[in-house]
């Protein structure tokens, strides 16, 4: 065991390799249980076929080998691996188990392969790991896998497999304890009824080694008690396991136990189903006939032939399909119902704040109710069949009665279905209902009435009977008539009740006014009955007499659309007066027919246009009087109109209608002829030449009638005359034009597109239908004639990144305006036009400025395109030779940059922008004219603190830019700062030197300089006093107060100062009104050759005792723009009156009784005051034995220095 890869040991038992993939197999209990008990060396023995392993990533052969084709599959391994998956189990834990492993070359060639295993505890590789090893073709090489456990429990490890052309896996799993339930590998449940619950019950133990956690399911129609659960080392679990087929035939299933460590066990269900011998007596049910309101009853019965106990129940629908789809639907209406209360819930309560919980409370009641339709057994009801008991039992070989009860609500048959859905049979058992509801017998003793002759105004009265021979009673009411003769009898009562037995009187009245004969059928509904009662009356009304003193009208011929009228006498024969009406039913119903002069005042109406009426024919009649009434043996003069809309012959009648008899009652013919006027154009080509575009040009048509009739023409308006290339119109589109006569029309067009056009203008006449006639109206469409001038712009030697221009003129020599624009040939052109667009005004010139701002140094050039609507395209030449930089900056960067005074000592800074505006990458570098690499690369300000005597010449130079390189790619915006610092004030003029490198160039050439000057200054400020005193002498009767004295600040530099002063107690520093400034003051600012009055107060009561003192302080004057420091000093001196003593103490020593002894003590003034002093001596009780040789009063001159 010495290396990984033994070629000569004895192998292990190699099976076949499988052809196809591994499907997945289903372990029965018993299988599962034998599995368990293998050991890993009776396991790998027991291995049926090798499996190719899984490629989880491929090699490039031409990179990791010398042979670059291959005689396996490209989608298979060059090795297979045995066994495919490596795997232990019934392991002791800390005892070594080993496992080989053979790889064999599957290729014709020699082939490499690398076996790695990831560092374990428990799993190692014998034998160099990483290294490969060439193997053979057809050869086999061994591997050892060492495991060594610590625990019975399930380990997960894998080995990594590299080849030439891929590399996969070889998983290795160890198998720790197993729960083990002998369940049995098969369960048949043999012949059962249908819709029949059997049940079989297994003891199951639990014989593995490790308690078991499982889940135990199935499929219908097999079900299983319990589903999960924990069982116990070799304890003993009861499994229910039930068959309930809703469906006859056999059915099988899979009980499969799953257990925690993810081993599933099938056990095979199989039962079949049959119909028991259960069935219903008869398929129908005849109820006898009965009458609504009572009810009738009949009797079904169940035969149970079986040996075990069916339950029934009578359903409405005959399948459980049927019933789960109606439920799903109420489900579905329930929650539209729901969503739409809601919505109308957060609609009205806003603002209410328990509006949460009353939707909880709403959704929970919707809940709830759909709850109870899942739950409804839907059972059979109905309201005209009860069938009880709706639902039972059967004991087995008997029978059970069922009965029908019959309530009809109409006199009707009915026919309904119920199903009984019983236990045993597949399918429900339908029962056929069938009955029929009788209504009330209501009827006439005779069916019809015949009144005779009548008049059309004197009223008859009739009686008839209406009998009810049935034993309930029966309600009628009336049917109202719907005819002109119906409505003219009249029946009392209309409705009623009629006993059983019994029988109604009905009154009958009838008075009409149109003659001749008639039958009407009237019925009276009754209620519940299949049909109504019907009575049928007949008879014949005569009315008056009357005729016209012409036999017919006969307009004749006329022509379309002009009217002709024609007159006739009616005349009254009767005795009667008589109430007429005079119609024409065969003239039209719309709108009045349309004259001659009213289509010449209308140039819009559909009327003009060949099928342009309306599907109502016009009224062409005019009748008057229309109606009236003569009296008798009278007559009425009566006039008709015709004014003819429809070309052809006319028959027809014109009618009298009258009032109180009939319609139609006489009828007069009328016979006429319409005509159109044939109308000719004299030029109908009418030639405008060329035009220019929207100008209008006119010529005159010459119309022509030659016939006996008057005619109306018209000119039609131009369809799509927005769209359309030329547009025309006539300011005279309508007239008449007399017989034999002729009218002249003006045309006026305006052309809209270039090129030559023909278009045609209709001429239509009235009632005419035939074609229009055609007007060619030639022209020639003309575009706006531009002259531009220069043909080409140069505009020489010009500076890139700036605007360059010259005028281009546009001069228009047409009548009509020109529509322009201009735009660039090249793409992202360095040239504009402005403006871009336009128009020239007619016989105007119009100039257009062309812009070059050139990206780049050299000769550019392009093309103006000018484009002329309705006109041919201008190009204009352009070019310009770019000279300068296109390096550009955002401030002021030119060649002369001033930054006026600035102080000295503080460095100041200059930030802008620059950027590359050009196409090359440029590479720029920054000097200084006169100054070294070294010495620009001297930081700024080196000088300070030493004297400018000293400095000859500056050792760098005053201003510098960051970053003094950089590269700038096209269009780049860096960030530069200029530093200017000095040490000295002076005046500063240096030359700023910018040198690049474009694109490839290897060589730097100067693009730019700028020459930056500067004066430096020192703060000047001139103060009034360089020294303030204030000097007190404090005379006993004096009282000290305080003392101002004036300071006087003027700016004298050239730039404003903000001044800090500072000034310690027992001074303050004041304003002009002796006020004192605050403590936490701003800085003062002072602008140039401002002044500022200030005041210095001194408090010389700031001591309180009463010696002579002196304060002597400095005002700091600081400023905020420069270090420098000016100085005032401030000196205060109070006098007191006050004495020197030389000696503070007088010691006489030892003095001997009787004598006396004299000390000298020195007393100065040292004060410039007058001092007048006393003596006195403090004693006790003793007797003073020391006086004062002088007076003890005395005067003292001031001391003077």
């Known amino acids: 065991m010495a290396s990984g890869f033994q070629g000569r040991e004895v192998k292990p038992r190699i099976p076949k390799l499988a052809r196809e993939a591994e499907k997945p197999v289903m372990l029965t209990p018993s299988a599962f249980q034998k599995q368990m008990s293998l050991t890993t060396k009776q396991r790998l023995a027991s291995i049926p076929q090798i499996n190719l392993p899984q490629i989880v990533q491929r090699q490039d ?122 369940f049995p590998d098969q369960l048949d449940f043999s012949v059962c009824p249908v819709k029949y619950s059997t049940e079989r019950t297994l003891m199951v133990r639990n014989l593995g080694n490790r308690e078991a956690r499982y889940q135990i399911s199935t499929q219908s129609p097999f079900s299983v008690i319990p589903t999960m659960g924990t069982l116990g080392i070799g304890d003993i679990l009861q499994v229910t396991v039930e068959f309930h087929p809703l469906q006859t035939g056999g059915h099988s299933g899979s009980l499969v136990v799953h257990y925690d460590t993810g081993e599933d066990t099938h056990t095979s269900l199989h039962g079949s189903a049959v119909n028991a011998h259960i069935r219903l007596d008869r398929n129908s049910v005849a109820v006898e006939k009965t009458y609504i309101t009572l009810s009738n009853q009949s009797t079904v019965m169940i035969h149970n032939y079986s040996n075990v106990t069916a339950r029934f129940q009578w359903k409405a629908l005959a399948t459980q399909e049927e019933e789960d789809q109606l439920k799903q639907r109420f489900c579905h209406r329930l929650c539209l119902q729901e969503n739409a209360q809601a919505d109308n819930f957060l609609e009205w309560s806003r603002a209410d704040t328990t509006r949460g919980e009353r939707l909880s409370l709403l959704s929970h009641i919707f809940q709830n109710e759909r709850t109870k339709v899942q739950g409804d057994p839907m059972l059979f009801f109905d309201d005209i069949f009860t069938i009880k008991p709706v639902e039972g039992e059967v004991w087995p070989n008997s029978s059970a009665e069922i009965s029908v009860t019959f309530r009809p609500r109409e006199a009707r048959v009915y ?36 009144i005779g002759k009548v008049s059309v105004i004197s009223r008859h009265i009739y009686k008839a009977f209406l009998v009810n021979k049935g034993p309930i009673e029966g309600l009628f009411s009336l049917i109202p008539p719907t005819t002109a003769v119906g409505c003219c009898f009249t029946f009392l009562p209309q409705l009623g009740i009629i006993p059983p037995d019994g029988l109604q009187a009905i009154n009958i009245s009838f008075r009409t006014t149109i003659p001749g004969e008639f039958k009407e059928e009237f019925q009276f509904c009754v209620p519940q009955a299949p049909k109504p009662v019907t009575l049928t009356i007949r008879g014949c009304v005569i009315g008056p007499t009357f005729h016209f003193n012409v036999r017919a009208l006969r307009f004749g011929d006329v022509s379309f659309g002009f009217p002709r009228t024609l007159s006739c006498r009616l005349t009254n024969t009767s005795l009667m007066p008589m109430a007429f009406t005079l119609r024409i039913p065969e003239d039209g119903s719309g709108q009045p027919s ?53 070309v052809g012959q006319y028959q027809m009648e014109l009618v009298v209608d009258v009032d109180g008899v009939g319609r139609k009652v006489s009828a007069l013919p009328i016979t006429a002829r319409c005509v159109v006027p044939p109308l000719r154009a004299l030029n109908p080509i009418m030639t405008f030449g060329r035009c220019y575009l929207k100008v209008p040009y006119q010529k005159m048509l010459k119309l022509v009638n030659d016939s006996d009739f008057p005619g109306c023409y018209r000119v039609l308006p131009q369809e799509h005359k927005e769209d359309a290339a030329v547009r025309y119109f006539t300011p005279r589109p309508c007239g008449t034009i007399k ?113 070059a701002n050139l990206d780049d140094t050299g000769k550019s050039e392009d093309r103006v395109k000018l484009f002329i609507e309705n006109s041919e395209v201008n190009i204009i030449p352009v070019q310009a030779v770019g000279v300068g930089t296109t390096i550009v900056t955002d401030k002021p960067f030119s060649q002369g940059l001033s930054f006026g005074p600035h102080f000295s000592l503080t460095p100041f800074c200059y930030e802008f922008k620059i950027t590359n505006k050009g196409r090359h990458t440029h590479q720029l570098f920054w000097t200084t004219e006169g100054f070294s690499i070294l010495q620009q690369r001297h930081p700024l300000g080196t000088t300070k603190g030493k004297d400018a005597s000293q400095i000859p010449e500056p050792a760098s130079p005053v201003f510098k830019l960051e970053p003094p390189q950089m590269e700038l790619v096209p269009g780049q915006t860096k960030d530069m700062v200029l530093e200017g610092f000095s040490s000295t004030p002076q005046k500063v003029k240096e030359r700023l ?21 500067c004066e430096f200054v020192f703060p000047l400020v001139q103060i009034s006093a360089r020294a303030i005193m204030f000097r007190v002498e404090k005379w006993p009767s004096d009282v000290l107060t305080l003392l101002y004295k004036p300071l006087s600040l003027q700016n004298n530099c050239s730039l404003p100062l903000s001044i800090v002063l500072d000034l310690k107690k027992p001074f303050l520093i004041c304003d002009v009104d002796q006020q004192p400034l605050p403590k936490d003051a701003q800085p003062i600012k002072l602008d140039k050759g401002e002044n500022l009055h200030l005041h210095i107060q001194f408090n010389p009561a700031y001591k309180k005792d009463l010696y002579s003192w002196v304060a002597e302080k ?88």
């Open 61 to 182: 052969m031409s990179e990791t080998s010398n042979h670059k084709v291959s005689a396996v599959d490209p989608d298979q391994t060059l090795f297979y691996v045995f066994p495919s998956e490596v795997v232990f189990q019934n392991y002791v834990p800390h005892k070594v188990c080993e496992m080989p492993l053979v790889l064999r070359n599957r290729d014709m060639v020699p082939r490499l392969v690398k076996v790695t295993m990831e560092s374990s505890p428990y799993f190692h590789l014998v034998g160099p790991s990483g290294a490969y090893r060439k193997v053979p073709p057809g050869m086999s090489s061994t591997l050892r896998i060492v495991f060594t456990p610590g625990e019975n429990k399930d380990y997960f490890h894998s080995l990594i497999c590299t080849t030439e052309r891929e590399e996969f896996i070889v998983p290795i799993r160890a198998i720790g304890a197993r729960a083990v339930l002998n």
């Open 415 to 450: 026919k309904h279905t119920a199903y009984c859905d019983i236990s045993g049979r597949e399918t429900r058992l339908p029962l056929r209902l069938i009955g029929e509801g009788l209504g009330p017998r209501l009827y006439f003793p005779f069916e019809e009435l015949d």
């Open 594 to 646: 349309l004259t001659s002069s009213d289509q010449t005042s209308s140039n819009t109406h559909p009327s003009w246009r060949k099928g342009a009426q309306g599907l109502t024919k016009p009224m062409e009649f005019t009748i008057t009087p229309c109606r009236g009434t003569i009296c008798s043996q009278a007559f009425q003069d009566i006039q008709v109109t015709l004014c003819s809309n429809t």
């Open 739 to 851: 017989a034999h006569s002729s009218v002249e029309i003006p045309f006026i067009l305006e052309t809209q597109v270039l090129g030559e056009h023909d278009t045609i203008a209709d001429i239509t006449v009235f009632g005419s239908e035939e074609s229009p006639l055609k007007i060619h109206l030639e022209s020639t469409g003309q575009g706006p004639v531009v002259y531009v001038y220069p043909t080409e712009i140069n505009l020489g030697t010009i500076p890139v990144v700036q605007d360059i221009s010259q005028t281009l003129h546009l001069s228009n020599q047409s009548v009509i305006p020109a529509v322009f624009w201009a735009e660039m040939a090249g793409t992202c052109s360095r040239w504009r036009t402005e403006p871009s667009k336009g128009v020239i005004p007619p016989e105007s010139e119009v100039s257009v400025t062309v812009t």
């Open 993 to 1013: 030197l910018c040198h690049a490198m474009v694109g490839k160039e290897k060589r730097k050439k100067q693009i730019m300089q700028v020459d930056v000057s």
């Open 1114 to 1201: 400095t005002l700091k004057m600081r400023f905020i723009e420069h270090p420098h420091e000016e100085q005032v000093t401030i000196r205060g001196e109070v006098y007191y009156p006050n004495l020197h003593i030389q000696t503070r103490a007088l010691d006489f020593g030892y003095v001997i009784n009787g004598t006396e002894q004299v000390h000298y003590v020195a007393m100065t003034n040292c004060s410039p005051i007058p001092v007048r002093y006393h003596w006195s001596f403090q004693t006790d009780s003793q007797v003073n034995t020391i006086r004062c040789c002088h007076p003890l009063l005395w005067s003292l001159r001031a001391w003077r220095p």
